[in-house]
């Protein structure tokens, strides 16, 4: 629900809205001016919170904490009024990332650096204790950083050690892992100023180290390791050590107070109170001088109510029956037209963005002066920085061209896959620069890592190098996400992925940690059991499931099997899983003992020639029940080895035949027109994914021209596609969790049976 908004739609009190920043569960930020000219941040409580009284107690508390503390170092309020009909603050505006990006995105930050960081952090929670209050929510994510130095923001949780607080004992309030002992045992009246303290500590350490001193993973086990356990400070430079392990003693009583934290940091750090210039590394100036610079325009926004505009969409149309069998290797494209992707782009040509100040001009000093609490949007989401077009004119030949890249196997072992994915972007591109819904154009620009992670992994730095690609769309594989995931993090870089499968659990993968820049726009392959168990249960009502866990595709296919199992045997049904080597298969003994056991169902782990040769082996031994596989095994290989024994067998896959799939026939025909071929697997779900993209990129009409402010509004925004709709849900979930299909093999072809919801029911 959309905040409360005066009748005046383009300002709220005394502010002139410019545009959004971002938005959280409590509210939305407006990037706003003032009547004197000075460029605020203002948050507007959601109606759903303003209907609320004991909301508005809340923030009316949180109005009276801010107004309290006078620090250079604490974001400063400047106006509220938290009895309007649509509650509201002012906050003054500094452009810089938090903390928490920075650390994400760049990694450990110096020794002097932290030690600056510190205490000034140090020096703010001096102010806040001196008003009488307790901050409670100290952590990377509540810290701005600027040129000058850091601020911290977000008095959403404050309140006086002795007060009435409205929330109860019992009740933990902060962040696991940056949190004190007296929090994670929701001690009400016990919290204070060395819980702050505590959680500088916390921060501190993390942010010099890299490492949480309490561990990462499930809230449980943090909290439980912030009560009991002694803090992990590897890493921890021995000059800061002995420091922070004073910040976090269990003893309340044994913590340094805030001011003589600061003195013992401000003496080491050879920095009196003052803030100080150059204590950043250059990476983060350059990024804060960058965001400066996107906000520079400001003065030409004129305020507008901004409503969307749909997508062009493709004519309608149905593909002509006779079509090649999906699953089967797609006909090469014919040589690439004029003005087409090359297979790999050396350059990409430049962005323009437009109303952007020359860097170093003076406008650029003035704004970096200034401070922000935009951030204090509830939840502490972070924010997005639009160009300063916010007008929605009807686009020119003028648009800035914002440069993307496809970045996958366009001439190795998974070619087949990676020119789909290219060539269904490159149809979407195209359709989108035709229309004129949108104020820019796309530049993509296509890079051949020919399946090889080392030359993934030089593609990759390459491609950020290139100051002017706003974002890439691939890997084709897994082993590439594993080459190319530190270099795209590093630069903050958005990566749009369609056919990686590696998920959270999935150990051997590409990652086990929160990559925040990637969105993964497959369901990961952990998920593929969920498809299975609707089969089995839902269309065959399998009772005696043989389960083969081939060890050849690692622990993908031991959770696969896991998963099934689990899921079936409170139903009664009886699960036999057995494990086979990486080496050699024995399919006949393999059939002998599915037919042996009275086995109604089979589920095969493996891989596409495993499988056929398990298909032949189970016809031979005249197996009659049902037979599945994934998409491990999907695909003109199992065709030929299974031969006439491949029909019945059903496959869950993470991608569509977009020629049976009624929302992608316009697709379907587009795509055969301009590319000669039926779209392989892949194609629709990459188009989809730029068209995605293409959403994120326009921000009330006009350009995000920006990485990290792309990767954070990709998780903002939803879009209904051809292939699947694409929404973040939380991190375990990823954009997708029902993006799963079945195929049923027919006549020596796979037929797509569809969505495995829908087509089970």
Request: charged content about 20%.
């Amino acid at each position: 629900m959309e905040p409360l908004r005066p009748a005046d739609p383009s300002r709220v009190g005394r502010y002139r809205l410019l545009g959004r920043l971002g938005a959280g569960g409590m509210g939305v930020v407006f990037l706003a001016r003032s009547p004197g000219g000075a460029v605020a941040a203002v948050k507007v409580i959601r109606a759903v919170h303003a209907d609320d009284e004991g909301f508005r107690a809340r923030f009316r508390r949180e109005v009276a904490a801010a107004r309290r503390v006078d620090s250079p170092w604490v974001v400063p309020l400047l106006h509220a009024d938290p009895d309007a009909p649509a509650p509201w603050l002012a906050t003054a505006f500094v452009p810089g990332p938090s903390l928490a990006e920075v650390l994400e995105a760049h990694g450990p930050l110096p020794d002097g650096t932290v030690r600056v960081l510190g205490a000034r952090l140090a020096e703010a929670l001096e102010a806040v204790h001196r008003a009488g209050l307790v901050h409670r929510d100290v952590k990377p994510g509540n810290v701005l950083l600027s040129l000058d130095g850091p601020r911290l923001i977000d008095f959403g949780i404050a309140r006086a050690p002795d007060g009435t607080a409205l929330t109860s004992s019992g009740v933990i309030i902060g962040s696991p892992g940056f949190l004190s002992p007296e929090q994670a045992q929701a001690r009400g009246g016990a919290i204070g100023p060395p819980s702050d303290v505590f959680s500088l500590g916390c921060v501190l350490a993390f942010a010099v180290s890299g490492v949480r001193p309490f561990g990462g993973g499930a809230s449980a086990g943090m909290l439980l390791r912030t009560v009991y356990e002694d803090p992990d400070l590897q890493g921890v430079p021995d000059g800061l050590e002995s420091l922070l392990r004073t910040c976090l003693d269990k003893d309340p009583a044994l913590r340094p107070t805030a001011a003589s934290l600061r003195q013992e940091l401000d003496a080491a750090a050879g920095s009196g109170p003052a803030g100080v210039t150059h204590w950043l590394p250059e990476a983060v100036t350059r990024l804060i001088a960058d965001r400066s610079a996107t906000v520079l325009a400001v003065g030409a926004i004129e305020p507008t109510q901004v409503a969307s505009a749909p997508d062009p969409a493709p004519d309608p149309g149905r593909p002509a029956d006779g079509s090649p069998a999906y699953g089967t290797s797609p006909a090469t494209p014919g040589p690439l037209t004029p003005g087409a992707v090359p297979h790999d782009a050396a350059t990409v040509t430049a962005v323009p963005v437009g109303g952007a100040a020359p860097r170093g001009g003076p406008s650029r000093r003035v704004l970096l002066s200034t401070a922000s609490a935009a951030a204090l949007a509830a939840g502490g989401t972070a924010l997005w920085w639009a160009t300063g077009r916010n007008r929605r004119a009807a686009p020119t030949g003028d648009r800035p061209a914002l440069a993307i890249a496809f970045h996958g196997d366009l001439s190795g072992p998974h070619k087949d896959v990676g020119r789909a994915e290219r060539d269904g972007a490159r149809l979407a591109v195209e359709q989108l620069n035709a229309g004129s819904a949108q104020p820019f154009t796309l530049d993509l620009s296509a890079y051949d890592d020919a399946g090889d992670p080392a030359r993934a992994a030089s593609l990759a730095r390459r491609i950020v190098a290139d100051r002017a690609v706003l974002a890439v769309l691939g890997p084709t594989t897994d082993a590439g996400l594993a080459a190319v995931e530190k270099t795209y993090t590093t630069a903050v870089m958005p990566l749009l992925s369609v056919s990686v499968g590696t998920g959270a659990h999935v150990g051997g993968g590409a990652t086990t940690s929160v990559f925040r820049s990637h969105a993964a726009l497959q369901s990961s392959d952990d998920l593929m059991s969920a498809p299975c168990v609707k089969y089995l249960v839902g269309r065959v009502d399998a009772r005696r499931v043989m389960l083969v866990d081939d060890r050849a595709q690692g622990d993908f296919s031991w959770i696969l099997c896991d998963y099934i199992r689990r899921a079936l045997l409170p139903g009664g049904r009886s699960v036999t899983l057995r494990t086979i080597p990486a080496g050699r298969l024995d399919p006949r003994a393999l059939a002998a003992e599915a037919v042996a056991a009275r086995s109604d169902a089979v589920v095969f782990a493996g891989d596409a020639e495993r499988a056929g040769a398990l298909a032949a082996a189970l016809a031979s031994a005249r197996f009659t029940g049902a037979r599945m596989a994934t998409q491990r095994a999907f695909g003109p290989a199992f065709l030929r080895t299974a031969g006439a024994a491949a029909d019945g067998w059903v496959f869950a896959t993470t991608f569509i035949d977009p020629s049976a799939e009624p929302a992608a026939r316009a697709f379907t025909a587009a795509y055969r027109e301009r590319f000669g071929t039926t779209p392989y697997w892949y194609a629709a779900e990459a188009y989809d994914a730029v068209r995605f993209l293409a959403e994120a990129l326009d921000v009330d009409g006009g350009p995000l021209a920006e990485r990290g402010a792309i990767a954070r509004r990709l998780r903002e925004i939803s879009h209904k596609g051809i292939s699947r709709d694409l929404a973040y849900h939380d991190e375990k979930s990823g954009y997708t969790m029902d993006a799963l299909f079945l195929f049923e093999v027919k006549g020596g072809r796979f037929r797509y049976l569809g969505q495995y919801a829908e087509a089970i029911g």
